[in-house]
């Protein structure tokens, strides 16, 4: 499936992006979102991209090629860019803190149950403990834990249960192997629509990616990384980071920051129509006051 920028009017509206202005995207992809910033800052509007998978990095250095040296990125994590920016100042940050099609699409990362591929599931393939790992070598009861956790699935421990039972007869090597598994051990009684392996899925890739690990702080961090009016929008695909961007929304506003979402922002209709995968999408935007 072809990446398409999840809520890009939307974000792009609240950031309020304007020509000459300072950009970051913390969570590049293949650049869609980029790209539109880029445009709607021009002529001369610079964007400071960064993005912990290498592959996809190289693709959207491709895409935005057309933009030159406006542009400057950066294989790296987002909560690194306040060291990269360093005493430079933004006037709008934007995160999507989702995986792109593009990365769901490829077997070989292991993030889809409807693909079979090895059990990988790292955004950056350059290190790091594989999903296989974890399947293979976490003990049960964390394992369920961990299901729990990052997954929310009520049927955790049976779940837990059944790979432990399984692994002990053979290694678990495949997202086949393992969706199969899940889904055996996993309660009938599911929401409509919703794969009985999704909250496994779910749960070991952001355990895998360390997705949630400091994260209200890096909000933080980054907030105050914005001149005065400046804004940030985050995107957010589980009740888990929506909580997390929330929650480090709220903490700024004793600090000079103003809510421009009190409500999280949803795709419509049209847009969960003809991308599927925006469905989840969830958007807040802060702002920075104007110094008094």
């Known amino acids: 499936m072809e990446h398409r920028p999840v809520l890009l009017e939307e974000a792009l509206e609240l950031l309020a992006v304007r020509p000459d202005g300072t950009y970051v995207d ?10 539109e910033v880029l445009r709607r800052s021009a002529p001369s509007g610079r964007l400071v991209a960064t993005d ?3 592959e996809t990095l190289a693709r959207a250095r491709e895409n935005l090629s057309e933009f030159g040296e406006r542009v400057r990125l950066e294989h790296a994590d987002f909560r690194e860019v306040p060291a ?6 933004a006037d709008g940050i934007l995160l999507d803190l989702g995986t792109s099609s593009v990365q769901l699409d490829d077997p070989e990362r292991g993030l889809s149950f409807q693909l079979e591929g090895p059990l990988d599931m790292r955004l950056d393939r350059s290190h790091g403990v594989t ?4 399947v293979n070598r976490m003990r049960e009861r964390e394992l369920a834990d961990l299901i729990f956790r990052f997954g929310e699935d009520p049927a955790s421990r049976r779940i837990a249960r059944a790979i432990a039972e399984a692994r002990a007869r053979q290694t678990i090597r495949t997202t086949r192997e393992l969706a199969e598994i899940v889904t055996r051990a996993a309660s009938r009684r599911r929401r409509p629509g919703l794969h009985p392996a999704t909250r496994t ?3 070991l890739r952001i355990h895998v990616n360390r997705e949630l690990e400091g994260l209200g702080e890096a909000l933080r961090a980054l907030a105050r990384c914005l001149l005065p009016a400046g804004r940030m929008a985050v995107i957010a695909f589980h009740s888990l980071e929506d909580r997390e961007v929330k929650q480090a929304f709220r903490s700024l506003v004793p600090e000079g920051f103003r809510l421009l979402t009190k409500k999280p922002v949803r795709p419509g209709e049209r847009e969960v129509r003809e991308n599927p995968r925006a469905r989840s999408a969830r958007l807040r935007a802060i702002e920075r006051k104007e110094a008094a």
């Open 52 to 54: 912990r998978d290498s």
């Open 26 to 35: 913390g969570t590049l992809g293949p650049g869609g979102h980029a790209a």
């Open 201 to 203: 899925f779910q749960a």
């Open 84 to 89: 990269l920016l360093g005493d430079e100042k």
């Open 131 to 134: 999903a296989g790992e974890v």
